[in-house]
């Protein structure tokens, strides 16, 4: 059992991070390079991870990450990051990226994905980290899911090493 007081969603949050797309930010394609998104969303997660279990963590895996809609150039990125769950020492960070047409006000739902995190102490062990408190019935159905998501990671996790035997 996690003897560590349960923190609220709200206290890691990050809300509307803002990124402005400029041409050193372009594929082949002319919309935004993906991998640049994700890298973003990453670093953001971390701080996430950090600030929820106030220990140096580690990205673990990355899941589900969909590609809904291509950022475009002069668009405005809207990163928004919160904890979903957390069990011993890992915890979930759910991302949602949003594209803003600045001129227009056009808005477009671009990225969603999962990042799991460790949190790790001094000598680079996982440490426990506090229990998440879901403030909303959204983040509440973002809590109950996330279990849903990390038993289907533990199975692949399990089906892969059986296959490697």
Same mark, same amino acid.
């Given at each position: 059992?996690?003897? %560590?007081? $349960? %923190? *609220?969603?709200?206290?890691?949050?990050?809300? &509307? /991070?803002?990124?402005?797309?400029? *041409? &050193?930010?372009? &594929? $082949? /394609? &002319?919309?935004?390079?993906?991998?640049?998104?994700?890298?973003?969303?990453?670093?953001? @997660?971390?701080?996430? #991870?950090?600030? /929820?279990?106030? /220990?140096?963590?580690?990205? #673990?895996?990355?899941?589900?990450?969909?590609?809904? #809609?291509?950022?475009?150039?002069n668009d405005t990125l809207l990163f928004n990051l919160s904890l979903n769950r957390s069990w011993s020492s890992s915890m979930e960070i759910g991302a949602s990226v949003i594209a803003e047409n600045s001129y227009t006000g056009d808005v477009r739902h671009?990225?969603?994905?999962?990042?799991?995190?460790?949190?790790?102490?001094?000598?680079? %062990?996982?440490? *426990?980290?506090? *229990?998440?408190?879901?403030?909303?019935?959204?983040?509440?159905?973002?809590?109950?899911? $996330?279990?849903?998501?990390?038993? $289907?990671?533990? @199975?692949?996790?399990?089906?892969?090493?059986?296959? #490697?035997?």
């Amino acid at each position: 059992m996690n003897a %560590k007081a $349960a %923190k *609220p969603v709200s206290a890691s949050a990050i809300d &509307n /991070h803002v990124y402005k797309v400029f *041409p &050193n930010d372009m &594929n $082949a /394609h &002319n919309t935004v390079f993906g991998g640049m998104i994700v890298a973003k969303c990453d670093r953001l @997660a971390l701080v996430v #991870a950090e600030r /929820h279990s106030g /220990h140096v963590c580690v990205t #673990a895996s990355v899941d589900s990450i969909h590609f809904r #809609a291509p950022a475009k150039g002069n668009d405005t990125l809207l990163f928004n990051l919160s904890l979903n769950r957390s069990w011993s020492s890992s915890m979930e960070i759910g991302a949602s990226v949003i594209a803003e047409n600045s001129y227009t006000g056009d808005v477009r739902h671009i990225l969603s994905a999962y990042f799991t995190f460790v949190a790790l102490d001094s000598d680079d %062990k996982p440490v *426990p980290v506090s *229990p998440v408190l879901p403030e909303t019935d959204d983040q509440q159905r973002r809590f109950d899911n $996330a279990e849903i998501r990390r038993e $289907a990671r533990l @199975a692949m996790r399990g089906s892969l090493r059986r296959s #490697a035997e």
